[in-house]
């Protein structure tokens, strides 16, 4: 299955930890080291017992830290092997989702001249493919809320910048044109859009599978059995008949220069 441009886990870590104030002690194409907020370390981390003492005791506490790798040989003590479906990824997405977390960042500049940042709606979507064969991509997908423009791989090209929660001086942002209810149903329709076009030979496959054990089935059991063929007949549908879903796992607005898409294509 080709996932066109895909996100990467990093570029997506890198980004969360930071809309959420964390201090990221060091970052690479297949690893990230994070210091840990107390709201973080709470949520992540699995210590009731320690922040409960910490509290009665009225001491400040001292969060943790995560070493992440996304290359499964480097996997240690030191550093947790994270992927698409790995249970850590999906603790962070439903924190996310839980929190209802809305990230508002702004691209930093150092200057003295007047600096236009305009009003991008950045969404981030897990799409799973089920089947004969579980697969689970995810997509990162911006667009401009002044003039419509939709970018993909939007994490990374952020990756390539530096953002803050407050916005530098002499910067200044304008209202969106679009609105956010019309900017994520463009955005449901661009992510429609790319899986319509992917290679979609495992549903067939799956589907040719489905139909062959359908097949099997009817040979064991005839009408007098209907209960029991009905059962395993939906019992086949539910493993092997492919579908596709997609959510969104988070979004925000982030504010960009108008060169943004030119410098970091």
Not at 202 to 228: C, G, P, R
């Amino acid at each position: 299955m080709d996932l066109n441009r895909k996100i990467d886990i990093i570029s997506f870590l890198h980004q969360f930890f930071l809309a959420h104030q964390c201090t990221i002690l060091s970052i690479g194409a297949n690893h990230l080291h994070v210091q840990l907020t107390k709201e973080l370390d709470q949520a992540l981390m699995n210590r009731p017992f320690y922040w409960q003492y910490i509290e009665a005791t009225g001491r400040l506490g001292e969060p943790k830290s995560l070493a992440f790798t996304t290359n499964m040989t480097e996997e240690s003590t030191q550093m947790e092997w994270i992927h698409h479906g790995s249970p850590r990824l999906h603790q962070i997405y439903e924190y996310i989702q839980k929190n209802n977390r809305i990230i508002q960042l702004f691209e930093v500049h150092q200057t003295n001249q007047n600096t236009l940042l305009q009003p991008w709606l950045l969404t981030n979507y897990a799409v799973q493919y089920k089947g004969k064969q579980q697969k689970e991509a995810f997509f990162s997908i911006g667009l401009n809320l002044i003039n419509g423009t939709i970018a993909n791989n939007m994490m990374e090209r952020l990756e390539k910048d530096t953002l803050s929660p407050t916005i530098s001086d002499y910067c200044y942002t304008i209202s969106p044109l679009i609105t956010w209810q019309s900017g994520f149903k463009r955005i449901e329709q661009f992510i429609s859009d790319l899986i319509v076009r992917e290679d979609h030979t495992w549903a067939e496959m799956s589907s040719q599978v489905m139909k062959e054990e359908i097949d099997m089935v009817y040979h064991f059991y005839d009408e007098e059995n209907k209960e029991q063929l009905d059962k395993e007949i939906k019992d086949i549908k539910s493993r092997l008949e492919p579908t596709i879903t997609h959510k969104i796992i988070n979004g925000g607005i982030v504010y960009l220069s108008e060169s943004f898409l030119t410098k970091n294509t």
